[in-house]
């Protein structure tokens, strides 16, 4: 079982950057695929970015395609994201995930969730 925190949320005026942080507890987090989901008020969640547990491969969701970037550092049990350029769509509730296995893309394989975090971007 693995425990995740993020941080890294906030206010930023558009066209500007944030880098969220996700926190894992355990000693397997290098086994683990990670995603980076979100969810804006009166919307569904949706899959943002995702990334293997060896970082060989990554995902975007199309509306973040070239301006996020997911990563991880296995050594110190963290995933992160950058997001740059970013527009008022992107304002949501950013949640960490983590799977122990299966299809990276899929929502369905992530079964360890943080808590998340606020992002809020003004136009």
């Known amino acids: 079982q693995v425990q995740l925190v993020e941080s890294g949320g906030g206010l930023v005026q558009a066209g500007g950057s944030l880098r969220l942080s996700c926190a894992a507890s355990?000693?397997?987090?290098?086994?683990?695929?990670m995603a980076w989901f979100r969810q804006a008020p009166g919307k569904e969640q949706n899959l943002v970015a995702a990334?293997?547990?060896?970082?060989?491969?990554?995902y975007y969701g199309d509306s973040v395609k070239g301006r996020f970037t997911i990563s991880r550092d296995n050594a110190k049990n963290t995933v992160y994201l950058q997001m740059n350029n970013l527009e008022p769509e992107d304002t949501a509730v950013y949640y960490c995930?983590?799977?122990?296995?299966?299809?990276?893309?899929?929502?369905?394989?992530?079964?360890?969730w943080g808590q998340g975090t606020q992002v809020t971007v003004s136009s």
């Open positions: 995930a983590a799977s122990e296995g299966g299809d990276f893309r899929s929502r369905s394989q992530y079964d360890f």
């Open positions: 355990g000693r397997t987090f290098s086994s683990y695929n």
């Open positions: 990334i293997t547990w060896s970082g060989g491969a990554t």
